[in-house]
């Protein structure tokens, strides 16, 4: 398949957002940052520059939804400043550890209303600046897209979908809590810190508007997933989900789900498989025998993205160039 580069340029913003994160402590050491997955290493990097060093528990290739801790990443943990993760309902390998007293005072759970214990003692996370806007109102922007969010079936503990950093819009809460709960760490130029934020929010929306264009040939796709992963991305574009090889990415899907979703794949008019690199291919080779149907490959964590300050904005473009990659004119 042709390979589909609308990347728009990078350069001025790489600039902005790392110009001056060297401050008058460059002989220190900087603050250790501990991110659970990569995109949100991507988010971190988008706001505090070289400021931090950033370190990522899940590796390429690995899933969230399995992993388990070792021995040296929980003395990695011990040695952090400040320790992102998206919450109890995505890392639950990090759950009983983070909640806990060990390390409650520098976790911070990204997700709404998933705020870690030591959050209120830090005070960054009661409202959340984003420019002008206060994370309570991006919530009222999103309040019919978390209530049409609950009617999907996600299994994932109270019903919502974790995988909230596929959501630019939800990206930018993140990237605003990141941004906020650093500040105040020993090394930091807040200002700088508050500028890099604004021009990532800035740079955010202008990609979020290309990607709406190149997708609109794409709106009359049926996409199917390996998991249920994507549906934030896919609302937020106005793509459709037709149909998910497995509902809980730990367990393997049932006959009578895989007939269903065989059949869902027989009836669409214009179907394409979508997988991911953390899972096998075999279940989807299982239900495409006899019929032809196009194969692209998403990362929900950004594997194979390169932790820089512009990171995000070319794992957005990412996700849209796999999609893309199920038109026939894409095809070889």
Request: proline share 6%.
């Amino acid at each position: 398949m042709k390979q589909i580069s609308r990347l728009l340029p990078i350069v001025g913003l790489s600039a902005a957002l790392t110009l001056g994160a060297v401050t008058a402590h460059a002989t220190d050491e900087k603050p250790k940052i501990v991110a659970s997955l990569s995109p949100i290493e991507l988010l971190v990097r988008a706001v505090a520059g070289d400021q931090v060093t950033v370190s990522t528990l899940v590796p390429a290739g690995a899933s969230p939804h399995t992993y388990q801790l070792r021995p040296s990443e929980r003395r990695q943990l011990a040695a952090a400043d400040r320790i992102f993760w998206v919450g109890p309902g995505m890392e639950s390998f990090l759950e009983r550890l983070l909640t806990g007293p060990d390390f409650r005072d520098q976790s911070v759970a990204l997700a709404q209303g998933a705020d870690s214990p030591g959050d209120d003692a830090r005070g960054h996370h009661d409202q959340v600046r984003q420019g002008d806007h206060t994370e309570a109102e991006h919530g009222q922007e999103h309040d019919s897209a978390d209530a049409h969010d609950h009617g999907h079936g996600h299994d994932h503990g109270d019903g919502e979908d974790p995988h909230i950093w596929l959501d630019p819009t939800l990206a930018l809460d993140m990237a605003g809590k990141v941004a906020h709960s650093i500040e105040d760490l020993e090394g930091i130029d807040a200002e700088q810190v508050d500028r890099n934020l604004a021009n990532f929010k800035v740079a955010l929306k202008e990609r979020e508007a290309a990607i709406r264009v190149q997708l609109q040939p794409a709106k009359d796709l049926d996409l199917f997933t390996y998991h249920d992963a994507f549906r934030r991305f896919a609302e937020h574009y106005g793509l459709t989900i037709a149909g998910v090889l497995t509902l809980s990415p730990e367990r393997s899907p049932g006959a009578r789900h895989l007939a269903e979703v065989q059949q869902r794949l027989q009836q669409a008019d214009q179907p394409c498989l979508l997988t991911e690199p953390q899972f096998n291919r075999q279940w989807w080779e299982s239900l495409m025998t006899d019929v032809e149907i196009p194969i692209s490959t998403w990362d929900p964590l950004a594997g194979d993205i390169e932790p820089t300050a512009t990171g995000y904005l070319e794992f957005q473009q990412s996700l849209a160039d796999a999609v893309l990659r199920c038109l026939p004119e894409n095809a070889e």
